[in-house]
């Protein structure tokens, strides 16, 4: 897009287009976002901190619950008004957005950050025609003719792999295909060139052949366009091959972060554990059973004290229930992990041993080699008062 195209300096996104382009694009520090509901505090987002520069892809993966979509939508300004609370600091560019104003936030959505949502259907006005979807997005934020939008609506399509556009422009969301809508999601997305692209769970709701291509086209349109991408997932392999970074979440909580390499070769936290080993593996024979995690994402009302995981941590020891671990760094660069007994230390090995030689009943956790593994009783009782949510027990 030419500068002549771009709004006048009476735009508020104005701000952003002159930020110097060194430095983190995102920064997120000790970012907390709780809902009040009837029960007490939902702690949702607890403390979450990272940094996202220029160009790069970080994952954010966790079971249900975890916190990962009210994490994007905290950083986007997407929350309900009320029973709602969002503490910390989120840098965008360098400049301060935690209590930005919702005009300030009307000029950062869609020119320098969009959000794919899971659902198109319920994202895309299904009484309004494909073409005007698009060019109402253009309109709104770029100073452009209509007929100019039009033509750059016909590109966008084109861009995003659908076929025969000029007629795609013409249709409702419901002639398409569920792997159509969303690649039109995407071009509704980049419409206006946003630096910033959260895609959430973005191909949950395709086939496995049609997830594949959307996520290829996600990669390319994030390289092509140098945007940062916020990829959120509840699967591990979905960004093994697409993100540079990957954060674990777990009840609120990053509780892994590390370079992709790294996480993969080098994880310490036992849930990363868990979900490495969730993933199915080409080389598994037929009819392999995929090993999930035992028991239930913890309640975010009462949290269990200590160690959030505990419930269900086949490493877990005395210290692991009295004592919250704080973040802290490995001698990696850029890897951190909250856990008192890392995996692959000899600590971990004797926990291990020592849980197994319990012989506690209960088959709450799944050790190395898909073994059940006895969890004391406490800790049954903390699982079981657990708040069901769906896809409990898996990844
Ligand atoms: N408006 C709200 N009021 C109260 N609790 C909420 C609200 N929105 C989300 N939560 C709670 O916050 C927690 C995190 O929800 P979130 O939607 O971020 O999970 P998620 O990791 O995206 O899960 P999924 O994989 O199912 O999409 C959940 O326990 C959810 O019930
Ligand atoms: S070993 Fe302890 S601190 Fe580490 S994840 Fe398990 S329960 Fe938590
Ligand atoms: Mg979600």
């Known amino acids: 897009?030419?500068?002549?195209?771009?709004?006048?300096?009476?735009?508020?996104?104005?701000?952003?287009?002159?930020?110097?382009?060194?430095?983190?694009?995102?920064?997120?520090?000790?970012?907390?976002?709780?809902?009040?509901?009837?029960?007490?505090?939902?702690?949702?987002?607890?403390?979450?901190?990272?940094?996202?520069?220029?160009?790069?892809?970080?994952?954010?993966?966790?079971?249900?619950?975890?916190?990962?979509?009210?994490?994007?939508?905290?950083?986007?300004?997407?929350?309900?008004?009320?029973?709602?609370?969002r503490t910390g600091s989120i840098q965008f560019e360098g400049r301060e957005i935690i209590d930005a104003s919702n005009d300030e936030l009307r000029s950062l959505w869609g020119s320098q950050m969009a959000m794919v949502f899971q659902d198109p259907m319920t994202s895309l006005n299904?009484?309004?025609?494909?073409?005007?979807?698009?060019?109402?997005?253009?309109?709104?934020?770029?100073?452009?003719s209509k007929r100019y939008a039009a033509e750059l609506a016909l590109a966008l399509l084109r861009s995003v792999g659908i076929p025969e556009p000029e007629q795609r422009l013409k249709e409702y969301p419901h002639q398409m295909s569920g792997g159509m809508r969303q690649r039109v999601m995407i071009a509704v997305a980049i419409a206006c060139g946003p630096k910033l692209l959260f895609?959430?769970?973005?191909?949950?709701?395709?086939?496995?052949?049609?997830?594949?291509?959307?996520?290829?086209?996600?990669?390319?349109q994030q390289r092509e366009r140098f945007m940062a991408m916020i990829l959120v997932t509840h699967d591990l392999g979905v960004v093994a091959?697409?993100?540079?970074?990957?954060?674990?979440?777990?009840?609120?909580?990053?509780?892994?972060?590390?370079?992709?390499r790294v996480l993969f070769g080098q994880m310490r936290h036992p849930y990363t554990e868990a979900l490495v080993r969730s993933i199915p593996k080409l080389s598994d024979p037929s009819h392999t059973?995929?090993?999930?995690?035992?028991?239930?994402?913890?309640?975010?009302?009462?949290?269990?004290?200590?160690?959030?995981?505990?419930?269900?941590?086949?490493?877990?020891?005395?210290?692991?229930t009295?004592?919250?671990p704080p973040l802290v760094e490995s001698d990696a660069p850029g890897h951190a992990f909250r856990c008192w007994i890392p995996v692959g230390t000899p600590e971990s090995r004797a926990a291990l041993e020592a849980n197994q030689q319990a012989g506690v009943a209960s088959s709450l956790a799944v050790a190395p080699g898909g073994s059940a593994l006895p969890v004391p009783a406490a800790q049954q009782r903390a699982a079981a008062g657990a708040e069901p949510t769906r896809n409990s027990g898996g990844a």
Not at 13 to 37: I, K, Q, W, Y
């Open 1 to 85: 897009m030419s500068p002549r195209h771009r709004k006048g300096s009476a735009d508020p996104a104005e701000r952003f287009e002159t930020a110097p382009l060194d430095g983190a694009l995102l920064e997120v520090r000790d970012l907390c976002t709780h809902f009040s509901t009837g029960r007490g505090v939902a702690r949702a987002v607890d403390g979450v901190s990272f940094s996202l520069e220029r160009g790069r892809t970080l994952g954010v993966v966790g079971e249900s619950g975890s916190g990962k979509t009210v994490l994007a939508r905290s950083i986007m300004g997407l929350l309900p008004k009320h029973n709602v609370t």
């Open 289 to 320: 059973r995929l090993q999930a995690i035992g028991g239930r994402p913890p309640d975010i009302v009462h949290p269990p004290s200590g160690c959030r995981f505990s419930p269900r941590c086949p490493y877990v020891q005395a210290r692991c």
């Open 322 to 324: 009295e004592e919250e």
């Open 199 to 220: 895609a959430d769970e973005p191909t949950t709701a395709l086939d496995v052949t049609v997830q594949a291509q959307i996520l290829d086209l996600l990669q390319e």
């Open 126 to 144: 299904p009484v309004m025609k494909i073409g005007r979807q698009i060019t109402e997005v253009l309109l709104q934020h770029l100073d452009i």
């Open 241 to 260: 091959g697409r993100a540079d970074e990957i954060a674990v979440m777990y009840a609120g909580r990053v509780v892994e972060k590390a370079p992709t």
